[in-house]
């Protein structure tokens, strides 16, 4: 079956950085898009960055901070967050898809596989 495994989150403080590492198995990993998306307490699943067919996105709130990538031979994909600041903190979750399209990459409900996510926490 699919499985999607994140490690790497824990405690930083605010201007550190952190990455972020998402294992998968059971799909040919290199035919998927892969993203990140992350979710507060009391708050929506928010996108974070994906990447697709040799493109990266990012979410507004990441850009120039975060940097997605992947690893088609290790069917990996990691997030490295720098200058991290306190609302980052999160519970952040790998995802894959196959049949994703851009205008859609955004949106988590059309992101078929999921992983258990991993906590990010970022206070001083």
């Known amino acids: 079956q699919v499985q999607l495994v994140e490690s790497g989150g824990g405690l930083v403080q605010p201007g550190d950085s952190l990455r972020l590492s998402c294992a998968v198995s059971g799909l040919t990993f290199r035919d998927y898009a892969m993203g990140w998306f992350r979710q507060a307490p009391g708050k929506e699943r928010e996108f974070v960055a994906a990447v697709r067919m040799g493109r990266t996105y990012y979410g507004d709130s990441v850009k120039g901070r975060f940097t997605i990538s992947r690893d088609n031979a290790k069917s990996t994909v990691d997030l490295q967050m720098n200058s991290l600041k306190p609302e980052d903190t999160a519970r952040y979750f790998c995802?894959?898809?196959?049949?994703?399209?851009?205008?859609?990459?955004?949106?988590?409900?059309?992101?078929?596989?999921w992983g258990q996510g991993t906590q990010v926490t970022v206070s001083s």
């Open positions: 995802a894959a898809d196959r049949s994703l399209i851009v205008s859609t990459i955004a949106t988590a409900r059309q992101w078929n596989y």
